[in-house]
Structures are given as structure tokens and as C-alpha cells.
């Protein structure tokens, strides 16, 4: 029997996500931990907020796609939350075609959708020769075709927000590439590391002084200790071009000694490390890492 979710009204059995019910980050929700109620938030800011102000226990945060690539601003909100990266998830995307009852791929002229979205399924628009119209989000689209009623226009959202909104599909899985994948990450008030013997990622910030060869020197201590570094991007900081913030992902718990020496050797030559969290690796990750071996 499928567990009971939670109702809303109860912070400790709720969680926070960007977006109106339907959309992805729901859905991402709802399979990670289907006794939860979820809380849809207008901006990934509230959604921060409805955890540290109480109103839910943890928040679901998209930060990369495997198509359109990292989510916009999410590296430079997660710092600031004053929350701490508890989780990992990988959700497959598979975009739906939806349209209101009656409408048909002949007669759509336009679809709507979150410019993530459309830009995933740029062969299926050309294919139709349909206008493009970026929305706030996906469900957000799917909710407004369906108060409009227009025939001509569509939505790309996910098969959720069409049976949430009473849309029907007109095609399934339009998205241009098999391997369409949101990773997400959960986040929590409290920090909750796993035990040391499990696999698990470590993601943190780092800065280095402006100066030749500093971030080769911050970085050494990872390949010498045999440390697996699986994302390295840069930001660049109150609109100096010499400011540069680090965000990384490495594979190992910082108590794991290879680590720990790597995290001492770039706290040496950084600036400003800061650890948003260490959680489990998820389960998709650790079979990449296998297949690639």
C-alpha cells in the first residue's frame, strides 16, 4: 500500500519547492519523499526561507541539468540560505506535450514553457514550426494554458502538471536527449553528515588571492591524495572581474583522510572555504562512477 502523504500544515512533514504544484521540483519531491506534503514558493528565495523561518523541513533545489546545464543564481542564493546541503537526487525529465482537451500537434501554434524547458526540446519546436514563449516556470504554463482554454497554444511541462491541471498529451518524452537528467539537492537547517563508511560527496566554496598560479597550488592537494574532484565552476563576485568564488563537488567525507589533507592543503592556499554540506552519494552517481572505471 502506497504510503499516506502528509496534509499541509505540518513544517516537520513538508517540504519547500520553486515552482507551482506539478512542476519538476515537485515531482522530484514527491518520489524522494512521497509522505511529505510539498510547498510550492514563488522564488528558490522563498523556498530557502520556508525552511529556516520553520514552515518546512527541507527544500528540493534543482542546480544543474544535464541538457541545459546549471540553474541560474542557485550558486550564488545557496552561501546566504544559512542552510546545509543534506542530499543528492537525480530525476529523469521527461517532457510532456500538453494541451487543453480538444487541441491537437495540427493545430498548436505556440507553446509555452520554462526557457530550461524549451531549450531541451528545441528539435520537437522546429519540428512543428510552433513559437516559442518562455514562462516562469513549467506547471506555471501548464495552469495558465488550461485557465485559457486556447487550442492553439501548448504547454511542455511534465505528465504531473497535466493531470493536476486536466491537460492531455499530446506527445511524451519530446525532450531532445535520452539522458535528460535534473540533479537536485535537498537542503535542511541542520547539517547531517553520514557516516564515514558510506560514499559520500562534499561540496563546498572556496576564493584564492588574485595572483599566478593560485588555484593550480589550492587544487594540488586533491590530486595528490587521490581525491576526485566532479565539478569546479567559478563566479565572479560583486561585479569585479578579479573577485572569483569556487564551487565544487568532491567524491569522500572530510573526516576520510585523503580529504581531509586535500580540504587543509586548499584552506592554505584559499580563501574563505566554506563546507555547504556533506551528504550521500546518490545511487545513480555511484553507477557512472562504476561504469567509467
Known amino acids: 500500500m502506497a504510503e499516506q502523504r502528509s496534509e499541509p500544515g505540518d513544517p516537520t512533514r513538508t517540504i519547500s519547492f520553486q515552482g507551482t504544484f506539478g512542476a519538476y521540483s515537485d515531482l522530484a519531491c514527491r518520489q524522494v519523499f512521497p509522505a511529505m506534503a510539498t510547498l510550492p514558493c514563488s522564488q528558490f528565495e522563498d523556498a530557502f526561507a520556508a525552511v529556516r523561518e520553520g514552515r518546512a523541513r527541507l527544500a528540493m533545489i534543482p542546480i544543474e541539468n544535464s541538457v541545459a546545464g546549471r540553474v541560474a543564481d542557485i550558486h550564488h542564493l545557496m552561501p546566504d540560505s544559512g542552510l546545509h546541503i543534506v542530499g543528492e537526487h537525480f530525476e ?29 526540446c528545441r528539435k520537437l519546436i522546429r519540428k512543428l514550426g510552433v513559437e516559442p514563449i518562455v ?7 501548464a495552469a495558465e494554458i488550461a485557465a485559457r482554454g ?12 497535466g493531470e493536476i491541471y486536466g491537460l492531455v498529451s499530446l506527445k511524451k518524452n519530446i525532450e531532445d536527449a535520452d539522458h535528460n537528467t535534473t540533479r537536485f ?33 589550492a587544487l594540488g592537494g586533491f590530486a595528490t591524495n587521490g581525491v576526485n574532484m566532479t565539478k ?9 572581474f578579479t573577485a572569483t568564488q569556487f564551487y565544487a563537488d568532491v567524491e569522500g567525507h572530510p573526516d576520510d583522510r585523503p580529504l581531509a589533507l586535500a ?5 592554505f592556499f584559499s580563501r574563505e572555504l566554506k563546507i555547504l554540506g556533506v551528504y550521500p552519494a546518490h545511487p545513480l552517481r555511484l553507477a557512472a562512477s562504476a561504469g567509467a572505471e
Request: hydrophobic share 50%.
Open 185 to 217: 539537492l535537498v537542503m535542511s537547517r541542520e547539517a547531517l553528515r553520514p557516516p564515514r563508511e558510506n560514499p559520500a560527496v562534499t561540496t563546498f566554496l572556496f576564493r584564492v588571492r588574485n595572483v599566478p598560479a593560485a588555484l593550480y597550488k
Open 92 to 120: 529523469p525529465v521527461n517532457h510532456h506535450l500538453l494541451g487543453v482537451p480538444g487541441a491537437s500537434l495540427a493545430k498548436i501554434r505556440a507553446v509555452r514553457s520554462h526557457v530550461q524547458a524549451l531549450s531541451q
Open 232 to 240: 569546479l565552476e567559478s563566479y565572479m563576485l560583486g561585479g569585479a
Open 135 to 141: 514562462a516562469a516556470d513549467t506547471a506555471g504554463a
Open 150 to 161: 486556447d487550442s492553439t497554444v501548448a504547454a511542455i511541462a511534465s505528465e504531473l502538471a
Open 263 to 267: 580540504l587543509e592543503e586548499l584552506a
